[in-house]
């Protein structure tokens, strides 16, 4: 694996053209190398001692929280890799980013987004046809926009597999917004997270069209952000609109995953492609009608379509409170191009990104995990919500499990994890 110290031994051998010309060079040759060395991620979490204000929220932290955070620079973490890249289509290759700094945000982006008692709820507004069911009881900012995906060559495979997991027809399905209203709680924990009324897309007015590729109805991404700041709530620290329906944000895109404007707190995603038949519409379909813009079917419920619209959503919700692109870990804020890539993403915020929601939440991190974890484990739902189909969080639900005994009591990264288990 290359990485930016390999890059200065080359420099030396390329000398006159800059580290990031370099950097350049080594993508073209092997698209597969780290993003950020080890020094750059250290530094990218703790900041410069003479940082002081930034520096001082890493000292309030519990002993076993700076442990977790630490473990992360450990030669193998047992929780987290870096960030390489694995294919040349991969975000990063085609939208460099030059990443965020726990002092970053803190200094440019926190001031604007933080949590307050007068702003501490994230609102979600189902967008178009949920059918009736879908939607649960009320319990959902920096300049510019994101954008989640190029899909310039992401209609490639996607092939969904035997992944498994799925509830199809069955009455779990009916609860698909309340799944992820409740993960959206665990993993923002400390806010609430409440429904809007479901609007249809006539209201909303958006352009549509019908894409080229997968001759599937798509809404104008930008129109319907237009649309959402007038909904917002006073108390809403963000407004998020979900829909079944494909997105394409300018007519030059194929189609995105989500859209989110940092300066409005309002952001629109998708689950459209998220389900393995979105990718198998035959080529032959007749034309769609406008009709299916009120009528479009729910898919079926499966794990791995939840998993997918779980990290999405709080991909997008991250980016609410000013945080930007991973570039440093495997990360669920990382950039994504297709979603190949997308699930290649782990559930949780790596450490750097942990820190920045930590501050804006002021959770403790053990409470936090044992929320998710009980999430994960299917005996902890009771009966008036059915529990979603989990087999998809299985990994994720070990993970949590290691880290929260790690915490508990650390073990040397590699040597000593299996020796004893606890109970
Ligand atoms: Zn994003
Ligand atoms: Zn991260």
Redesign the pocket.
């Known amino acids: 694996m290359t990485s930016r110290s390999e890059s200065a031994r080359i420099r030396q051998l390329l000398q006159g053209l800059t580290e990031d010309e370099i950097l350049e060079l080594m993508r073209m040759i092997s698209p597969k190398f780290a993003t950020a060395d080890a020094e750059t991620r250290k530094k990218a979490m703790l900041p410069d001692p003479n940082e002081k204000k930034s520096s001082k929220t890493y000292e309030k932290l519990k002993a076993a929280e700076q442990r977790y955070f630490e473990e992360a620079y450990s030669e193998n973490s047992e929780f987290w890799k870096p960030l390489t890249i694995e294919d040349e289509s991969d975000w990063l290759n085609n939208h460099p980013e030059s990443g965020q700094t726990f002092h970053d945000w803190f200094t440019k982006e926190y001031p604007q987004h933080r949590v307050n008692r007068q702003r501490r709820t994230i609102y979600i507004l189902p967008l178009g046809p949920f059918p009736p069911g879908h939607v649960g009881q009320s319990a959902a900012a920096a300049p510019g926009t ?3 995906a190029d899909g310039s060559s992401s209609d490639r495979g996607a092939a969904g597999g035997a992944e498994g997991g799925a509830c199809a027809g069955s009455r779990s399905d009916k609860v698909l917004l309340t799944w992820l209203q409740k993960f959206c709680q665990c993993f923002f924990l400390g806010v609430d997270v409440k429904f809007l009324d479901p609007v249809r897309v006539r209201e909303v007015g958006c352009h549509t069209r019908i894409n080229e590729h997968t001759k599937q109805w798509q809404l104008l991404s930008k129109d319907i952000l237009d649309y959402l700041v007038s909904k917002k709530p006073r108390d809403a620290i963000c407004l998020v609109a979900v829909t079944m329906l494909d997105l394409y944000p300018s007519d030059s895109w194929n189609f995105v995953f ?1 859209q ?1 404007s940092l300066v409005t707190g309002c952001g629109v995603f998708s689950f459209a492609r998220y389900d393995d038949n979105f990718y198998h519409i035959p080529r032959d379909r007749p034309k769609a009608k406008k009709s299916e813009l009120e009528e479009f079917s729910m898919p079926p419920v499966t794990s791995p379509l939840l998993l997918r619209a779980c990290k999405v959503m709080t ?2 919700l991250c ?1 609410m409170f000013g945080m930007k ?1 991973c570039i440093y870990f495997s990360c669920c ?1 990382n ?2 191009n297709s979603r190949d890539e997308s699930d290649r993403r782990p559930v949780d915020l790596c450490p750097i990104c942990l820190r920045k929601l930590q501050e804006a939440m002021d959770f403790r991190l053990a409470i936090r995990f044992r929320a998710m974890l009980q999430y994960c484990t299917k005996e902890s739902w009771d009966a008036g919500i059915p529990a979603p189909p989990l087999e998809a969080f299985e990994p994720f639900k070990k993970w949590l499990e290691r880290v929260l005994a790690f915490m508990d009591k650390p073990t040397v990264a590699g040597s000593e994890e299996s020796s004893q288990a606890s109970d």
Do not use: Y
């Open positions: 994101t954008t989640e989500g989110a991909h997008e980016h692109h804020i950039g994504s």
